[in-house]
């Protein structure tokens, strides 16, 4: 005789691969031990750079139940955005594979807009909170604990069967649910082509990333100018980097995502170097209407292409 627990989970993971999600899986609400000593190291020794907003909420990011009332359960979701399409110049400054299509937080909010409604639909009045991205939540610790991979040296979360190539969002729900079980392997093994890759040596150690060396962060979070010791380093990316990712070896097992929202728009890989060089902010606006690239603003973006250039 299975529980409501057990029926109510299948519920929800049923609906999660309706909606195109990759994997779903539940946690239990509560406080994250094992991470509290490793965020606040990685605090102290200022590997946020610029990112202060990391340090709020300290109690929060590490306990659910701080953020929704009455939460029980943590569904964590992954949803694939793979693609094999590429810049048709290949001296073209790059942009990271996430960022061809629209807006994921857009895309991945009314997929869980609709995961909620259905599992009211279904299972009766449930409260919750939907996250991608937009509070202080520790994706990857709760993927983890919900069995859809390990945390690898890249501090990517990796899937044995299909890579790191994929979004992850939350529901914190005030539901009990069946929980599943994390497994403890780290299928890493004595790999080092991450670290070995990172144009910025921003892995300083496995497992350990400096943000503030990241290609990412320079590209995006980082309001201030570049600095000058990172000329020469960025391998070309003007938004966001996927080398780490790019050399991993299990990512020979992504496969391609069939979410409409992440189709590339053949203007923005069409783009050579000459247009990138020379954008205006009207094509910026044209391009990027719907796409993550338009957090970088278009003087954020002219400032990365012109630091590329400078080299």
Request: charged content about 25%; overall charge neutral.
């Amino acid at each position: 005789m299975f529980s409501n627990q057990h029926k109510y989970s299948q519920i929800i993971k049923d609906e999660a691969r309706r909606l195109g999600f990759l994997f779903c899986g539940i946690s239990k609400a509560e406080f994250l031990e094992e991470e509290a000593p490793r965020l606040e190291a990685w605090l102290k020794q200022g590997f946020n750079g610029e990112m202060a907003y990391m340090e709020n909420h300290f109690d929060k990011r590490l306990d659910p139940r701080k953020l929704v009332d009455g939460a029980k359960s943590v569904i964590s979701l992954g949803l694939n955005y793979y693609t094999d399409a590429v810049q048709t110049d290949a001296d073209a400054p790059k942009i990271s594979k996430y960022a061809y299509g629209n807006d994921y937080h857009t895309v991945i909010k009314e997929k869980l807009k609709q995961l909620l409604e259905s599992i009211n639909e279904k299972i009766g009045e449930v409260h919750g909170r939907a996250f991608v991205d937009s509070a202080p939540v520790l994706d990857k610790a709760w993927a983890k604990k919900a069995n859809l991979g390990w945390v690898g040296k890249n501090t990517n979360l990796i899937n044995k069967n299909t890579g790191s190539y994929f979004f992850l969002a939350e529901l914190i729900v005030d539901l009990e649910l069946d929980y599943d079980i994390p497994s403890t392997k780290d299928h890493c093994g004595t790999c080092t082509r991450c670290i070995d890759a990172c144009p910025t040596e921003a892995i300083v150690g496995p497992y350990v990333v400096d943000g503030s060396r990241c290609i990412s962060y320079l590209t995006i979070e980082l309001k201030s100018e570049i600095p000058t010791e990172f000329k020469g380093k960025m391998d070309n990316w003007m938004f966001g980097c996927d080398v780490c990712q790019d050399v991993c070896p299990w990512n020979r097992f992504s496969v391609l995502h069939n979410e409409s929202g992440f189709q590339p728009q053949s203007d923005l890989l069409n783009m050579n170097a000459k247009d990138w060089h020379e954008i205006t902010e009207e094509v910026f606006q044209k391009v990027f209407k719907q796409s993550p690239v338009k957090r970088a603003k278009y003087g954020g973006l002219k400032r990365n292409i012109g630091f590329l250039k400078s080299l």
